[in-house]
């Protein structure tokens, strides 16, 4: 399973059992008042942030990104280098002449009105490094790099990434093993800042552990809003014998933190997760939570644990999660769904929209 499922699963894993654990059920008077407490702050942090981030996006820096035409070719094993200009017509990029950093310069706007720029310093205080590219040769990578986007000549967005390498008994290949950025991207009088965010990849490739964490905030003159996580997954890393590149990655197990906070009003889930299963297409099956709870402004909404699953194959999984509130009531994770559908796709919405 490769990686990017592997996220995408566990992201869909925990958002379920957030969702679950946020709205309220009428017909029980035990978990009503916890639940539509946690679902009114849920519904506002989710359309305030929905709403931040739509306006902190929009504009000349986020123009610009939107209309990136994609890195020029390398040529060898060389990062690219040089000062490049867009040509629409032939839909290529135009070597027009020598230089250290990547220089890269292209219409943008809904008009192609403005002038887009992004220069990529490699080698930002630290050397490039040559790291085994599975064939038979070296493949120059950074070890920090900077990336700056002007737009019109004003400075729109910047940040600064840091890289690890992994050390293999081929040598260093190319595969990070650790990664830091920070930077941040300038709307019209908005600002969308990431702030530490960090993964690394520890341990044997038998018992590997992926951990990140980090935030990311809009803000607006009127309001703003973050999105802070935490993670830390277990599993395996799988390679190429002969090369020693990573071919594949299972996750078994981990805890994931969650926040949101905005609109007046702070959201935060705790999860821990394991027995994860997938069927012959990589596809999550169940994964056992526990120690999964979600607050509302410091205080505790529900809890939830057991298997999360559809073992009745009717479409709508949890029927294997219990969500209790701070009474004692108790619910089963599909009825909670099937009695709050509406008010589960709104929040949906406004995630997909968040992290389209």
Known sequence: MQLGTTVRALVAVVVLAALLSACGDGNDPALTAAGLRANTAVAQAATQTRSVFAAALVGTGAEALASFPGLP?????????????????????????????????????SLRRHRATLTVDWSAGRPTLRVGDGADGKQVVPSQ????????GVRRGAVRVELGWHATPCGVVAQPDQLRAAGDLAGDGDLVRLAKANVSVTGADSAATIASSGSLTAASAATGATLSWSATLHGSVFRNPTTCLPTGLSIGGGQVRL????????????????????????????????HGSVSVDGA???????????ANHDGIPGEHVTLTSPS?????????????AGGLLEAAGALAHLIR
């Open 145 to 152: 790099a900077d990336l700056t986007l002007a737009v019109d």
């Open 73 to 109: 070719p390398a040529v060898g094993p060389d990062l690219p280098s040089g000062r490049y200009q867009w040509t629409p017509d032939s839909h290529g990029w135009t070597r027009q002449a020598a230089a250290q950093d990547l220089i890269l310069s292209w219409p943008s706007g």
């Open 328 to 340: 004692g009531a108790h619910m089963d994770g599909e009825r909670f769904l099937r009695r709050n």
């Open 259 to 290: 926040s949101l906070a905005s609109a007046g009003h702070a959201v935060a889930l705790k999860a821990t997760f394991s027995g994860v299963t997938r069927d012959r297409q990589g596809r999550l099956q169940s994964a056992d939570l526990s």
């Open 300 to 310: 505790q909404a529900f809890t939830f644990r057991g298997k999360l699953d559809d």
